[in-house]
């Protein structure tokens, strides 16, 4: 089995800033992408950054220049580091892993988190 686990959300003041941890763990071989969405009540989720297996990155045109994602030193881990923090970065951030192989199928899967509040204030 395998868990997606996200951290660091907190209330923020406007221009502040919040790093947010993805690990995902279990019996994985390998996972193709990681990936942080936020989603605010009666919205859908949006994407916000990727990170590729080759550490190919894209971002939302809404956080380019502000937010970074990047790979942890552990293993299956990424964080997203989010500077000048406005108010509608405000929502619950999930992490999903993408096309996760586990060690005992030759298929793969998506997970994702449960997810973690960013709130910043004005």
């Known amino acids: 089995q395998v868990h997606v686990v996200e951290s660091g959300g907190d209330l923020v003041q406007f221009g502040g800033s919040l790093r947010l941890t993805c690990a995902a763990t279990?019996?994985?071989?390998?996972?193709?992408?990681m990936a942080w969405y936020r989603q605010t009540p009666g919205n859908q989720r949006e994407l916000v950054a990727t990170?590729?297996?080759?550490?190919?990155?894209n971002y939302a045109d809404s956080v380019k220049g502000r937010f970074t994602i990047s790979r942890g030193a552990a293993e299956n881990t990424v964080y997203l580091q989010m500077n000048s923090l406005k108010p509608e970065d405000t929502g619950v951030y999930y992490c999903?892993?993408?096309?996760?192989?586990?060690?005992?199928?030759?298929?793969?899967?998506?997970?994702w988190g449960q997810g973690t509040q960013v709130t910043v204030s004005s």
């Open positions: 999903n892993a993408v096309g996760v192989q586990t060690t005992d199928s030759w298929y793969k899967s998506d997970y």
């Open positions: 279990g019996y994985i071989f390998s996972i193709d992408a």
């Open positions: 990170i590729t297996l080759g550490g190919s990155r």
